[in-house]
């Protein structure tokens, strides 16, 4: 009998931030999420034990054994915030039961510097037992079988899916029309409660119409027809390279593997139908992280940041070996554009369809959404919200989004409670002051 040592990662929280962190194989290597981008920073190299043997391979006593001691890995810091992210999952699970949905999706991060807070996409798994099924699972599937259910349990909402995100989209084509000067805060428009667009006749949610109202108050509404009149103004050659400029076509560049690309129209098959259906967040796709990315840029001030999680590396003495740096875009709306764009969210929170979002004694910007999934007329909807605070200065951003929520699906009443309640706990926590008008 010989003992060989061995050692094996454990995880001691558990499920916690499962799809962020990622695990090992048998072999130590990493398998998904972090463990396997920061890889060779963590690994160190092996070490080997020699030993002299005889012909048959039996180890001779005598010659004794050399052993090369092995080189440790460096320790990998984050940004996720423990407290922050097991709220987080307390809240997506407790919405994931009480309206019996797929899956809850909650985002949070610094819209100043992409630092990501927590990513919780219930449900989760243990990273000490990856690869156990779920209860109640068949028993004789084939390996593939097996390892696709696996990768479906694994999958990281956040970034590795894309889905269309409806009216939370509208941010952008606002700030796009501000931008061109296509429309101002003040600009009227009217709602009878549809547009004609070309040979179609888009709804507006509100069947009735908004009648007249002006931009920011289109915005307060979420009305379609209105965002889809600025969408127009703009045009599709202008609106696309918006789209471009807003860094929407490219992938956000996070640190964990798998980010999914937007799913577009290429330019030149969109029509006038295409664009009234993209500017207000319907008939193509992005990832979340994709959204909350763009719309910080849209809010602070016109940085596109680069969401991560890593930090830096250390060493066992805590001595920092290397910190990481990650691209900003500058530009991507004026200073002025977003402003406008804070104080109009602000007011959707304030005292429009955001209005579940608000937070007693804090100021909070936001847009909710509603969109269905395709096949459309399936009755399966994905309810969201986007809020950030505090909407003079953001200091935190987050998207909660709720997939196939039962019985009442709207943004407004599903997930815009979400990012209340995380808000009316994480903003005294992260030291943000109260706002006393």
């Not at 407290?83 to 949905?101: D, R």
């Not at 449900?123 to 068949?138: A, K, S, Y």
Request: hydrophobic share 35%; proline share 5%; net charge negative.
């Amino acid at each position: 009998v010989k003992v060989d040592e061995d050692y094996k990662r454990y995880y001691p929280y558990g499920s916690l931030a499962s799809k962020v962190l990622g695990f090992t194989g048998g072999d130590n290597q990493g398998i998904i999420g972090l463990e396997v981008k920061y890889e060779e920073y963590l690994k160190g190299q092996e070490g080997t034990i020699l030993t002299v043997t005889d012909a048959r391979g039996v180890e001779l006593d005598a010659a004794g054994e050399e052993r090369i001691e092995p080189i440790a890995g460096n320790d990998l810091y984050i940004s996720l915030d423990m407290n922050i992210q097991s709220y987080a999952t307390q809240l997506a699970k407790q919405v994931m039961e009480t309206k019996e949905a797929e899956r809850v999706s909650i985002l949070v991060m610094n819209p100043q510097n992409g630092e990501i807070m927590a990513m919780a996409d219930v449900p989760e798994f243990d990273l000490n037992q990856p690869f156990e099924l779920p209860e109640g699972t068949e028993e004789n599937l084939t390996s593939e079988e097996r390892q696709n259910l696996l990768n479906g349990i694994w999958r990281n909402g956040c970034i590795n899916d894309t889905y269309e995100p409806g009216s939370t989209f509208k941010v952008i084509t606002a700030a796009a029309g501000l931008s061109a000067g296509v429309v101002t805060p003040a600009s009227s428009f009217s709602c009878p409660g549809f547009i004609i667009v070309d040979d179609r006749k888009i709804r507006c949610h509100k069947v009735a119409g908004h009648g007249s109202q002006d931009f920011t108050h289109t915005m307060m509404n979420s009305c379609n027809p209105a965002l889809i009149t600025v969408g127009m103004r703009l045009g599709i050659d202008s609106y696309y390279s918006y789209f471009e400029q807003f860094g929407l076509k490219a992938k956000t560049g996070i640190d964990l593997p798998g980010e999914a690309g937007t799913i577009m129209h290429r330019k030149e098959d969109m029509g006038n139908v295409e664009l009234a259906t993209v500017a207000f967040g319907q008939s193509f796709q992005i990832t979340p992280i994709q959204l909350v990315t763009t719309v910080s840029s849209i809010i602070n001030g016109g940085k596109r940041v680069t969401p991560h999680f890593g930090i830096c590396t250390r060493d066992a003495d805590g001595n920092v070996v290397e910190n990481f740096e990650y691209p900003v875009t500058e530009g991507i709306v004026t200073e002025e554009v977003s402003a406008t764009m804070r104080e109009i969210l602000e007011m959707v929170v304030k005292e429009g369809s955001g209005s579940n979002g608000k937070v007693e004694g804090f100021r909070v910007g936001g847009k909710t959404a509603t969109s269905q999934t395709l096949p459309r007329g399936s009755g399966r909807y994905i309810a969201s919200f986007i809020g950030f605070a505090p909407a003079d200065n953001p200091q935190v951003i987050a998207l909660a989004i709720v997939n196939n929520p039962q019985g009442v699906y709207y943004g407004g009443q599903v997930a815009a409670p979400i990012i209340r309640q995380l808000y009316e706990n994480i903003l005294p926590y992260m030291g943000i002051e109260e706002y006393h008008e």
